[in-house]
């Protein structure tokens, strides 16, 4: 495990009031002995990049057993199918992987486990993958976290893929920890960026400690490399005219009868709101500090034809159910528009809506941060330029 090493014979009580200050995790301790890093230390590095003395060094322990990386080969995915369609999250998932593998020419797979899925699987065909492997029983006709992992490890113990991306949906957050156990290997959730390097390593980028830094990630020492994406990060891959697929039918693992749950029904889940799908959104975020503002940001939503969204806030003062909530801790939207309404844009919101194709932000403060991811800002009082704003929309249309 690594770790921070100091040289107290290079420590000042200069250089430790400064590198204890910049720890936003006080684990860095000036006393008698010198400086000391406690265990609340989280590496995130920010002590390093201020050492200009060489007081800290970054000890990295080495494994003792370092796999052979060219024993694995390519990139799975873990396809989300029912009936004849395939969920959005698993053709955005294609889209990547198939970007991420073209300068090396690395083969593209995906894992489709499940029941009477050869509709699906040949829709599958026509999205880019090189090959599609079935696990089609009866067994599998519902998701059941063990039975799917099971599958899901004999397919990667035979193939062999360098990396494995599944959905950051209930099914994907429920196999892919099981299946990263099983090899011993790491995982990351919720990435908002992926990129391999000439080695093969994955970098995988998510922010981290709420959303205050971006984080990159990777998995050195272990395959298979793991990681769940959420949907609406990246671009779906486009239906080619011909298929491209070829595909392979497993055999299910034996056993199988005897894991996990036994479904005895199931009951269709009544459809809720989704905001990750609209394509014109209006969110409020704290600016907006009464039922008037609301009111105004209600007409423009129904002007515009669109969802009403919000930032954390509002759902912590009870404004909002959480389903409408955009951010690392809400839903991941990709409109064709959104237009924020006092909204500053923090970390945590810009992260869940910073792929949208057109972003207008309306805010007092000149310098909200939300300005920085605007197509269009309009500095001023929601109040005066809200109606200003509605009046020529409704006038002239919204021309972008």
Request: negative net charge; glycine residues 8%.
């Amino acid at each position: 495990m690594a770790y921070i090493e100091v040289n107290q014979e290079k420590v000042t009580q200069e250089n430790a009031e400064r590198l204890a200050s910049v720890c936003p995790f006080g684990a860095i301790v000036v006393g008698e002995a010198g400086l000391t890093i406690e265990s609340g230390c989280r590496l995130c590095g920010l002590c390093l990049k201020a050492d200009k003395d060489g007081v800290l060094t970054l000890v990295e322990d080495k494994p003792s057993v370092t796999v052979d990386k060219s024993a694995w080969q390519g990139i799975a995915v873990l396809a989300e199918c029912d009936g004849d369609q395939v969920y959005p999250i698993t053709l955005e998932l294609l889209g990547k992987a198939l970007e991420m593998a073209a300068p090396s020419g690395a083969p593209v797979f995906a894992v489709v486990t499940g029941w009477k899925v050869s509709s699906a699987v040949e829709n599958l065909r026509y999205y880019g993958a090189d090959r599609i492997y079935v696990y089609d029983d009866s067994l599998l006709e519902h998701f059941e976290p063990l039975r799917y992992t099971v599958c899901v490890t004999d397919l990667i113990q035979k193939v062999r893929p360098s990396v494995v991306m599944a959905g950051a949906t209930s099914m994907g957050r429920s196999l892919a920890p099981r299946i990263a156990a099983r090899f011993g290997t790491g995982i990351t959730a919720d990435c908002t960026g992926l990129a391999i390097r000439e080695n093969g390593d994955l970098v995988q980028t998510r922010p981290a400690f709420g959303g205050n830094i971006m984080a990159q990630i990777v998995t050195p020492h272990t395959r298979p490399q793991l990681c769940t994406v959420r949907y609406r990060v990246f671009d779906a891959a486009p239906r080619r005219e011909k298929p491209t697929a070829q595909v392979e039918v497993m055999q299910a693992p034996d056993g199988l009868e005897n894991l996990g749950a036994q479904v005895l029904d199931v009951l269709a889940k009544p459809k809720e709101l989704d905001i990750s799908e609209a394509e014109v959104i209006v969110a409020v975020g704290r600016g907006v500090k009464d039922e008037a503002g609301l009111s105004l940001a209600k007409r423009l939503a129904d002007i515009l034809g669109a969802q009403l969204a919000c930032t954390r806030p509002m759902v912590e003062n009870g404004w909002f159910d959480p389903r409408r909530q955009i951010g690392l801790s809400g839903r991941t939207v990709k409109p064709k528009l959104i237009i924020t309404i006092g909204v500053s844009g923090a970390v945590q919101f810009a992260a869940g809506m910073d792929k949208s194709e057109f972003i207008i932000s309306i805010n007092n403060d000149p310098e909200a941060s939300i300005f920085n991811l605007s197509h269009i800002g309009l500095v001023g009082d929601l109040y005066e330029v809200l109606p200003a704003f509605m009046e020529k929309v409704e006038r002239e249309g919204l021309i972008l």
